[in-house]
């Protein structure tokens, strides 16, 4: 019920060996699973590819969400190789650091859209090409964090964004359960990745995190692997729509 042997999936988000999106490739590759992984650039792809290919990944593409057809060449690269598809992990977002580090109130409609684009909507365009893969059903997982529920100083225009990945994440659940589909959002607890250090004072904040936390520790990308890991698996069948936090408990302190 837990295996991933015979699965097959997309991991979109890996920048490094401290990605988020790597540690789930790890769980799922141990699981069994087979996975076509994606790198955003040819700089990443320096770092993206020797990782990909330790994980035996026999599709390694490139993907900026940005850069109009590259994901849809992605998916039929897939559908040519597989025809199929199991699940899906984005873990990508971007907001322009001008807007990141103002109010929100002072965001320009610029920057929220291209961060909207990047870190929300890019999840719904990867729901629809997947979807007529996922013919005998599958799971889509997408990664937000606790400043979409709350506000948490320093993340700004980050916090509505990710609110709305989660809201889309239930409509989306809604939409393709009929399908055998599960569509889920992952919230870690703080992670020193790549994408967090554009966040200011990010060190203070993973600090209280580990203090207030009822587990006193934070998470690390494995624990976010296992847990993801698990809810592709045919042991959560019946679980979709769900924001799951993996972060030591914080998020339930006030």
Same mark, same amino acid.
């Given at each position: ?131 007529? =893969? ?56 703080? =992670? ?63």
């Amino acid at each position: 019920m837990f295996s991933l042997r015979g699965k097959l999936g997309l991991v979109v988000g890996i920048a490094n060996d401290k990605s988020i999106a790597y540690g789930c490739a790890r769980a799922f590759r141990n699981g069994g699973a087979d996975l076509a992984i994606t790198f955003l650039n040819p700089k990443s792809e320096a770092y993206v590819r020797p990782l990909a290919e330790t994980l035996g990944a026999p599709i390694i593409l490139p993907l900026d969400v940005e850069q109009p057809g590259q994901l849809e060449t992605v998916f039929e690269a897939i559908g040519k190789q597989w025809g199929r598809l199991d699940f899906l992990v984005h873990s990508i977002a971007f907001a322009p650091k001008e807007d990141l580090h103002g109010r929100v109130t002072d965001c320009s409609r610029e920057g929220f859209l291209r961060a909207m684009d990047i870190s929300c909507h890019s999840f719904m365009r990867m729901a629809k090409l997947a979807e007529p =893969l996922m013919h005998q059903g599958g799971c889509m997982l997408t990664m937000s964090y606790h400043g979409a529920d709350e506000v948490v100083a320093n993340y700004g225009m980050m916090g509505p964004v990710k609110a709305a990945l989660q809201s889309a994440t239930r409509y989306m659940a809604s939409e393709l359960g009929p399908k055998g589909i599960r569509v889920h959002a992952i919230s870690p607890g703080p =992670l020193a990745t790549r994408a967090a250090s554009g966040i200011k004072d990010f060190d203070n904040l993973m600090q209280t995190a580990a203090e207030r936390a009822p587990l006193h520790k934070l998470v690390d990308i494995d624990d976010v692997g296992a847990l993801c890991a698990y809810l592709v698996s045919d042991g959560a069948r019946s679980l979709t729509g769900g924001t799951i936090h993996v972060d030591g408990g914080f998020n339930i302190i006030s």
